[in-house]
């Protein structure tokens, strides 16, 4: 069962990117009943805090009844900067002033939260793949590779992508969508924020890097628990947060057991 909602998702992205464009929703993402009632944070910096945006609940159509995930929605807040990553069922109601999307799957692309997030002056950065799903809402496409300053909030965009191939051998996340990673400069703090990778070459060239989330536990749609830990044992920051993952499934303990005991692992929500 360890697997099963990497499978799954896996799955359901190839039966989309197949059938892309029939207007069929294959999954659907809902508030999951074990979400903590007080959002978990962690300080990253005297001025920097990284908060969960909460646990919501995954159900794939045909293929599996529902199964709780550990997303990686988050809000990064300065002292005068307000950052949400992938914002998916947000219970938050302050406005941001910069929302990044890595890609456009439905658990890291909502549009009525990025609605709800949104205020006079939120840009939205992203991949060239989600805005066309945009609109007219204000945006910035960046490529990977691409890195800039933004008022105090400093970008470098990395290339997010599947190694290996599925069924029809097609990949979940190709890296000719150019999805993306990023590194995430605030007050001093550096935040790696993967989005849906495998470890790619282009992640060992991170560096001084303070928080690094990391997807684990599919082996499918991302990394494994046990690439990611290894990646982390390269990077050495000094916090280490999993993400991605099915509650329940111990792979985030898994995860605390095989990261160096020099860097910290906060794991901001298991089973309640």
Known sequence: MRHLF????????????????????????TRSPL??????????????????????NVYVMFLVDHQDLFPSSVKVESSDKVIFVDPVLVDDAVKADYIFITHPHDDHLSLPDIDRLSGPHTLIICPAVVATQLGDRRHRVVEPGEAADLDGVRFEAIPSYNTRTMFLGIAPHPRADKHLSYVLEVDGARIFHPGDTDRVPELSDLADIHAALMPIGSGDLTMSTRDAAELVNELKPRIAIPVHYALGTGEADTFRELVDPGIEVVVLQQKR
């Open 35 to 56: 979400r903590d009632p007080v959002p978990q944070s962690v300080q990253l910096a005297d001025q920097v805090l990284l908060t969960s945006t909460g646990a919501v």
């Open 6 to 29: 990497g499978h799954v998702a896996a799955t359901t992205s190839l039966i989309s990117a197949l059938f892309i464009g029939s207007g069929c929703t294959l999954m659907s993402v």
